[in-house]
C-alpha cells in the first residue's frame, strides 16, 4: 500500500505525483499487488469510483471525522481516495494565496489514520506499506505507537521515501494532543526536532527503510549543505538509508510514439528530433539557429533547484 498526498493524473503540483503516478503500474507489472491511498481532493481529475465504504470513524485526538473511501482501478492498481470534505475539498491542495492551510497537520494525520483503516477492515491488506515525502510521515508512528498489537497489522512492513527533504511538516509542540500522539513519543529520538513536532522525522525514525530518489541525493542530504538540518537524523540512519534512482514512464514518455510531437524520433532515427526542435524555438519565438543548442528545464522556480547555478 502506497501513501501519498498526489500522483497524476489525479493531482499534480510536482515530481512525486509523476512517481505516484508510475511506480505503481511498474510494480504491478512485476506481479506485486498494490493500492495507492490518496487524498479526494475538490480540484482533482476524478474519474468515475465506486464507494467501497460509506462511513469510516477516524478519531484524532479530540477530533473526529466521518470518510469514506472511493476506488478506481487503472492498470491494475488500485487507488483508494479518501473523501472528507471538511479536510480536502477545498479550493487548494495544501494551501491558497501563496500561504499553506493552518490544519495541514490535521488533514495528513487523518490521510495516515484512513490508510491504516482501510488495511485493518481488509479493504486492501499490505504487506508494507509505503509513504511518501512528510505528508504521510506520521503513518508510521501510528502504527507503531497506537496499532502495533492490532492482529490485522502485525507483521506489516514500512518504507519510506524522500521526495524532497526540503519540506518536511514541522509544527509546534502543541499539535501533540491534537494529533493523538502519546506525549511520551517526543524526545530526541522520536518525534521531537529543533524543538516541534517534524512528520518527516516521524517516518525516517520509524520506518524499516527510507530512500532517496537517487544514490546521489541519499548522500548530499547526509552533509549540512543539503540536509536542511534533517542530516544528523539522517546520518544517524544511514544504516536503512539508500538512493533508487528516480524512473519514468517509458509509454508515456517515448519520442517514437508521443502523440503531442509534430515528429517522432528515436535512438536509431534522429531526424525527426531537428524538427522537433525548429518546431519549439517558432513557437517559443527564438530564433532557428541548428547549431545553437536548446536547453529546456521544467520545474517550479525553487533554490533548491539550482536556478542560481544555471
Known sequence: MMVASEAAP??????????????????????EEVAVVLPRYRTAKMP?????WHQMHIHCGPHYF????DRYEERGVVYLFVDCPPLFDRGGIYGEWGGSYHDNHLRYAVLSLAALGIARHGIFRPDVFHTHDWH?????AYLRANYGGDPELRGCKLAF??????????????VMGELGLDGWLYHSDGLEFWNQVSFMKAAITWSDIVNAVSPTYA????TPEYGFSMDG????????LTGILNGIDYDEWNPATDPNLVSHFSSRTLSGKRLCKGHLLREMGLPEDPKRPLI???????????????
Not at 489525479?10 to 506481479?31: C, Q, W, Y
Not at 468515475?48 to 467501497?52: F, G, I, N, S
Open 296 to 310: 529546456g528545464i521544467v520545474s517550479r522556480f525553487a533554490s533548491q533547484k539550482g536556478f542560481d547555478i544555471f
Open 66 to 69: 466521518q470518510v469514506a473511501i
Open 48 to 52: 468515475h469510483t465506486e464507494r467501497v
Open 219 to 222: 548522500r548530499e542530504i547526509q
Open 233 to 240: 537524523v539522517l546520518r544517524k540512519n544511514a544504516f536503512k
Open 161 to 174: 521515501t524522500i521526495h524532497n527533504l526540503g519540506y518536511q511538516g514541522n509544527y509546534s509542540r502543541d
Open 10 to 31: 489525479f493531482i499534480k503540483t510536482g515530481g512525486l505525483a509523476d512517481v505516484m503516478g508510475s511506480l505503481p503500474a511498474a510494480l504491478e507489472r512485476l506481479r
Open 136 to 140: 504521510t510521515g506520521l503513518l508510521p
